[in-house]
T-cell receptor, first 116, second 112 residues
Framework: GAVVSQHPSRVICKSGTSVKIECRSL??????MFWYRQFPKQSLMLMATSNEGSKATYEQGVEKDKFLINHASLTLSTLTVTSAHPEDSSFYIC????????????FGPGTRLTVL | GENVEQHPSTLSVQEGDSAVIKCTYSDSASNYFPWYKQELGKRPQLIIDIRSNVGEKKDQRIAVTLNKTAKHFSLHITETQPEDSAVYFC???????????FGQGTRLTINP
């Protein structure tokens, strides 16, 4: 199969602090990973495309200085929410594709971020 | 850019009956259309997908149809069971781009 893990699964932090979320592809190499945000009872909204060895591509309206993405290896991408505020509280999910030609995306289990 | 519309937002079906969820897309260059099932607090799980070179694909009780001319695709679930209750999302992407644009989701409830 194609397994993607995320860590942590849940995090609660104080307003103003930074939080790092890790996304790993366990049994395949992912040149590209994607980061989504999902608010309660809403759809998945793409935040950015994470490219191994290069800068991430952010969607319109997503602040690149607030949501720092690093894709240092073919199996690890990280999302850091800097100076988190209560409105950043959400479910953050990453995904990766085993083969760029097939388009099939496999999602991580998500990280529930709560900012107090 | 691509825009995906999904209907209905909620669907309640009697156990054993069929459920149909419909999506339309705007970008004629899109050619990959997956469907995901998401249970509360869990990750989206791919249940079936279709590419633009076929019009229909079936996997046991689940089928997807695609009409490229009209730019719409549908998910069909037959003989529904309580465990089919979840939120279902359609999505679209262009070949090689991998970037998925999701529909708004459909909350499906199967009544025993």
């Amino acid at each position: 199969g194609a397994v993607v893990s995320q860590h942590p699964s849940r995090v609660i932090c104080k307003s103003g602090t930074s939080v790092k979320i890790e996304c790993r592809s366990l049994d395949f190499q992912a040149t590209t990973m994607f980061w989504y945000r999902q608010f309660p009872k809403q759809s998945l909204m793409l935040m950015a495309t994470s490219n191994e060895g290069s800068k991430a591509t952010y969607e319109q309206g997503v602040e690149k200085d607030k949501f720092l993405i690093n894709h240092a290896s073919l199996t690890l991408s990280t999302l850091t929410v800097t100076s988190a505020h209560p409105e950043d509280s959400s479910f953050y999910i990453c995904s990766g594709g085993r083969d760029y030609r097939t388009d099939t995306q496999y999602f991580g289990p998500g990280t529930r971020l709560t900012v107090l | 850019g691509e825009n995906v519309e999904q209907h209905p937002s909620t669907l309640s079906v009697q156990e054993g009956d069929s459920a149909v969820i419909k999506c339309t897309y705007s970008d004629s260059a899109s050619n990959y259309f997956p469907w995901y099932k998401q249970e509360l607090g869990k990750r989206p799980q791919l249940i079936i997908d279709i590419r633009s070179n076929v019009g229909e694909k079936k996997d046991q009780r689940i089928a997807v149809t695609l009409n490229k001319t009209a730019k719409h695709f549908s998910l069909h679930i037959t003989e529904t069971q309580p465990e089919d209750s979840a939120v279902y999302f359609c999505a679209a992407s262009k070949e090689g781009a991998q970037k998925l644009v999701f529909g708004q989701g459909t909350r499906l409830t199967i009544n025993p």
